[in-house]
């Protein structure tokens, strides 16, 4: 039977059909307008589904976090703070008739690479994404491992190091602060006195700039502790690495991995590979996500 996954973002709503096979048969992009309402962006959604007409299954959502998945609502998303408290799998089970599903963008996107993509036929897989910010997903034995209070893998707060550079609802020398592309573009940024982002970090340390080696080689140790970190709770057979960070930049990925060799109980087990997904594994990851 035909599944439908929704993919939620801060500026853009994606929603594709899939086949029993995996094989995409429809998808359709809507940007996210702040200035409607979660009600009105989702009817598109739900506009486009009717015209495709076709029978599904159910529809899977994979959106940003904080959210309740059990009670299906989203909590307080800082990139879509006109959506706090949303019943968004409530608006598509009225709207459509159908079942629906929610867990977070980051969890879609890693159960797409553990049961179809570079974590295939692995029980155990951990899948980073590292881009604007940086996120987590544990799937276990084919399932997103979400934790009593939807949590599980939130490792974005985890702490890595005692710098005491705070934002307000982050912990100072946490993850999101000292890992994401954006802390490595503010980094970077105050580092050589100009406006840089991880782009432009990279390009200069693809280059041989010393200056930016430094900044790159901080990122990769803070990341290395946080995947020691990871792999001593709960042992991944695999981790994968998706993001715009990581898929534009494998040598970054190498780094991280030979300097995790330092940390990790078990250096020869440590395995890494980059997402196979691409762009689709949300949208395949939320489908996935109807039984």
């Not at 010393?210 to 970190?229: C, M, S, Y």
Request: proline share 5%; glycine share 16%; hydrophobic share 45%.
């Amino acid at each position: 039977m035909n599944r439908i996954g929704i993919d939620i973002g801060g500026t853009q709503l994606r929603v594709a059909a899939f086949d029993d096979g995996g094989r995409r048969l429809f998808k359709e992009v809507f940007s996210n307008d702040s200035a409607c309402g979660p009600e009105r962006n989702l009817g598109r959604l739900v506009s486009a589904i009717e015209r495709w007409g076709i029978d599904y299954e159910g529809i899977g959502i994979g959106g940003p976090g904080p959210a309740d998945f059990s009670a299906g609502r989203f909590l307080n998303p800082p990139n879509l703070p006109a959506w706090e408290g949303f019943e968004v799998v409530r608006f598509f089970n009225e709207a459509t008739g159908k079942p629906a599903f929610l867990n977070n963008d980051a969890n879609v996107a890693g159960l797409a690479e553990a049961l179809v993509g570079a974590g295939r036929g692995c029980d155990s897989v951990f899948f980073f994404t590292v881009s604007t910010g940086l996120g987590g997903g544990y799937i276990y034995q084919g399932k997103i491992v979400g934790g009593a209070h939807s949590l599980g893998a939130e490792v974005f707060s985890m702490i890595v190091n005692d710098d005491p550079y705070a934002r307000p609802g982050l912990n100072p020398g946490c993850v999101e602060l000292q890992c994401s592309g954006t802390a490595l573009g503010r980094m970077a940024s105050e580092r050589f006195g100009r406006a840089m982002d991880a782009r432009g970090l990279f390009a200069l340390w693809q280059g041989g700039d010393a200056d930016a080696a430094e900044v790159v080689e901080h990122g990769a140790t803070n990341i290395a502790k946080l995947v020691n970190n990871v792999a001593a709770v709960v042992d991944p057979g695999i981790f994968v690495w998706g993001g715009s960070v990581a898929l534009n930049n494998p040598r970054f990925i190498d780094l991280i991995h030979e300097k995790a060799k330092g940390y990790v109980l078990a250096p020869d087990e440590l395995r890494f590979a980059l997402a196979a997904c691409g762009d689709e594994a949300g949208l395949i990851g939320a489908a996935l996500l109807v039984p």
